[in-house]
């Protein structure tokens, strides 16, 4: 199992992760933290086993994963910023087909700003926001941003999920996690809230199918009329073991 540090650097043990992180964003390595629970699940609790445990029956299939990228940086339009994806895992199922996944760690951070207020801070001439925006909602939802009947909607579950079809366009699966750590700094409130808003995202998709506790929707392939699906999951994770709940 490869794990690459994004852009390069390679991960081989827990004090790896934590000085190539620190050394590009040192302020939100913290103990008990989003960025230091996903590295001490991955490198210190068997985390890529039990994730691929947990999403194999989402699939149908068992998975066995043969790369990562901790903070990967995805590309999902025209525009210059990428979608930064936590971890991104690309393997194989036993029956051979490709599967890739990107992960979103939280304790109890919030999904960041709704699509309302990205859209409100968009207004000034020459902003690409309002048309980024636009293209997601096209992409992830088949409808303008007008027609989106929930604009407490998250932004950043919106580019998450059009990131995971083109992290890897070709795969044959593509899943939307979210780790969710349960630990001694975790406020039940706010973690409370968080899964309210993931569900309040699934619910906003016009055709999905629910199984094993995740949803499948369409989402279309950038630059072309084509949708594959994307399952969205949420996983808790406390004592370094994994549920669907």
């Not at 304790?107 to 048309?131: C, H, L, M, N, W």
């Not at 899964?195 to 055709?207: G, I, M």
Request: hydrophobic letters at 40%.
């Amino acid at each position: 199992m490869k794990i690459q540090f994004y852009p390069h650097g390679e991960i081989t043990t827990f004090e790896d992760w934590k000085k190539l992180f620190t050394q590009k964003d040192a302020k939100n390595w913290k103990e008990g933290r989003s960025a230091w629970s996903l590295a001490n699940f991955i490198m210190r609790q068997d985390g890529v086993e039990k994730l691929a445990q947990a999403i194999s029956p989402i699939i149908g299939e068992k998975i066995a994963f043969d790369h990562a990228i901790v903070e990967h940086v995805i590309s999902f339009d025209e525009y210059q910023r990428g979608s930064h994806r936590d971890l991104s895992l690309t393997g194989t199922t036993s029956s051979g087909k490709t599967v890739f996944v990107t992960v979103e760690a939280k304790v109890d951070e919030p999904f960041d700003i709704t699509i309302r207020e990205y859209y409100a801070s968009g207004s000034k001439d020459g902003s690409k926001q309002r048309p980024r925006l636009e293209g997601l909602c096209q992409r992830v939802l088949h409808r303008s941003y007008g027609n989106v009947g929930n604009k407490e909607l998250r932004y950043q579950l919106l580019h998450a999920t059009a990131a995971t079809v083109d992290g890897a366009p070709e795969a044959d699966y593509h899943l939307m996690v979210v780790l969710a750590f349960e630990n001694g700094q975790s406020d039940p409130v706010k973690m409370a809230a968080n899964k309210e808003n993931f569900l309040q995202f699934l619910a906003e998709f016009p055709a999905k199918m629910e199984k094993n506790n995740a949803v499948t929707a369409d989402v279309q392939l950038r630059g072309s009329d084509k949708t594959v699906p994307v399952a969205l999951v949420y996983l808790k994770v406390k004592d370094g073991e994994v549920n669907l709940k």
